[in-house]
């Protein structure tokens, strides 16, 4: 089945301890991508990646890091999360080019304490 | 001012009737998306969009390059089209960063 998979769904961390949230597709997409969505903002890309090793800033990069070494796998890393990174975030991919719509994973809900 | 707003942000219907969900931008792009969230939080891609008009089954978006103007209509609307219903545009400007309208809260009655 093609798809997006997301791990954890479920997440509570403290404040300052590194953590991971990877995201792998299973359909040769080129263009990957990580959103944060919070009440009364809306969804918000924070990276995204082109191809292998080609990754770029969305609206609101800060905190979060990135990486793209396989085509599959684009895995979201918080170095130092804090508690205004408490939200759910989703990961989505996509065939580069104008017509293709997103797969997006079921999300992750970070809580960070 | 959001550079993409959608109308109305909630809206309740009963089940048969017609739908419209608007959105509008303000600067050029390159593509417009329709998503669809359903209230488990998955968001599943319904069109995307560079000019004119696409349909599937009940559901057809249109848009108007020139008016910056889309819209999604929902005919003989069901319960399980209830759902928050988010619009995201491609600017030409912005590479391939995504810029999100708030949604659209629909609740269809029986």
């Known amino acids: 089945e093609a798809q997006v998979t997301q791990n954890p769904r479920y997440l509570i961390t403290v404040t300052g301890k590194k953590l991971t949230v990877t995201c792998s597709q299973n359909m040769n997409h080129e263009y990957m991508s990580w959103y944060r969505q919070d009440p009364g903002l809306g969804l918000r890309q924070i990276y995204y990646s082109m191809n292998v090793e080609v990754t770029d800033k969305g609206d609101v990069p800060e905190g979060y890091k990135v990486s793209r070494k396989e085509k599959r796998n684009f895995p979201l890393i918080l170095e130092s999360p804090s508690p205004n990174q408490t939200s759910l975030y989703f990961c989505?991919?996509?065939?580069?080019?104008?017509?293709?719509?997103?797969?997006f994973g079921s999300g992750t809900r970070l809580t960070v304490v | 001012k959001n550079e993409v707003e959608q109308s109305p942000q909630n809206l309740t219907a009963q089940e048969g009737e017609f739908i419209t969900i608007n959105c509008s931008y303000s600067v050029g792009i390159s593509a417009l998306h329709w998503l669809q969230q359903h209230p488990g939080g998955g968001i599943v891609s319904l069109f995307m969009l560079s000019s004119g008009k696409k349909k599937h089954g009940r559901l057809i978006a249109t848009i108007n390059i020139q008016e910056k103007h889309s819209s999604l209509h929902i005919t003989a609307s069901h319960p399980r089209d209830s759902a928050v219903y988010i619009c995201?545009?491609?600017?030409?400007?912005?590479?391939?960063?995504?810029?999100f309208g708030e949604g659209t809260q629909l609740t269809v009655n029986p």
């Open positions: 989505a991919s996509s065939l580069w080019g104008s017509d293709y719509g997103y797969t």
């Open positions: 995201a545009v491609k600017m030409e400007t912005s590479g391939s960063r995504l810029t």
